[in-house]
């Protein structure tokens, strides 16, 4: 597949903090790639870098074959942007932001109000333009915020943590729309921290302390764990650790004081865990590989952990 984003080595300083370290992913044409780390680990600094708010310290990136760094106009001419923080004028209403919007690239009369028209159906919003935006719905809001992103018609969309500060139907409605707009031939990249929404991407690739630690479709990041995950919680987890890595031909390991296994079958092993170490455990579950797995296995402590 064609790529639409290819980032080379970029790297990026906050002084004496290394926020990114030699990052290189591709993003291919009609995707949606899921960019996928904790706060702080890194996502953020490459999203103002893709977004052209911040040059970085070392490296390059290419959008459409365009030098981010040296063409920014004509790559944002091409990208849609929506941040996590919103950027809608409050005190306006839904139209006349996006009329706003589509001043700045330079569009005027009919044309725009075409595209405004356009948009407002496509996200259901055709029965809220004249609403004043502070009265939305968050949603709602964030519709209005993707709509004002493709007025100018971008090819590749960006977009920071969308489901920030929404309800669990408003995110469902929001993956419905980004499914459509890759139906639709554009390309979308965005930053999360949250597994159920990276699982909805097509490749993921996870970040950790400004590092690309893994990267590919979901299914087959979760196949690299293999077989099953146990999860146990102990009187004594230190001891009983030592106990069953002892006793058992593999190493479970500790994790903010519960016992992790990862083992084909594991439903096999879970009788046999509570009959050599009886009364030593308090609770046991079991569960297939998740992206979360994925991490603990890349970086050794949970995704919302402190690392």
């Known amino acids: 597949m064609n790529s639409v984003l290819r980032t080379i080595n970029l790297t990026h300083r906050y002084g004496e903090r290394l926020a990114l370290k030699g990052v290189n992913i591709e993003v291919r044409s009609g995707e949606i790639f899921g960019l996928l780390g904790p706060n702080g680990g890194g996502k953020t600094t490459l999203f103002r870098i893709l977004s052209t ?120 409605d929001l993956w419905t729309f980004l499914g459509d707009l890759r139906n639709q031939g554009v390309t979308i990249l965005l930053t999360t921290h949250l597994m159920d929404e990276a699982d909805r991407c097509d490749r993921v690739a996870i970040i950790h302390k400004g590092e690309i630690v893994a990267l590919g479709e979901p299914n087959a990041l979760r196949a690299q764990i293999g077989g099953d995950v146990i999860t146990i919680e102990a009187k004594d987890p230190e001891t009983l650790l030592s106990r069953i890595n002892a006793a058992f031909p593999f190493n479970a390991t500790l994790l903010e004081g519960r016992l992790r296994i990862e083992k084909e079958n594991g439903h096999q092993l879970i009788g046999k865990l509570f009959e050599t170490f009886p009364g030593e455990i308090e609770t046991i579950t079991l569960g297939k590989p998740t992206l979360e797995d994925v991490f603990i296995a890349k970086t050794g402590h949970r995704l919302d952990g402190e690392g």
């Open 53 to 172: 708010l911040i040059r970085p310290s070392s490296g390059s990136a290419e959008l459409f074959g365009l030098n981010i760094l040296e063409e920014p106009t004509a790559a944002r001419r091409r990208m849609g942007v929506v941040f996590q923080s919103p950027s809608l004028d409050k005190k306006l209403r839904v139209v006349e932001n996006l009329r706003h919007q589509g001043s700045l690239y330079g569009m005027r009369g009919s044309a725009l109000q075409a595209r405004i028209d356009d948009l407002l159906n496509r996200f259901h919003l055709a029965d809220r333009a004249r609403d004043i935006v502070e009265t939305l719905s968050g949603g709602l809001q964030r519709r209005v915020e993707i709509a004002k992103s493709l007025l100018h018609s971008p090819e590749f969309l960006l977009l920071d943590e969308p489901s920030t500060g929404l309800d669990p139907g408003a995110r469902i």
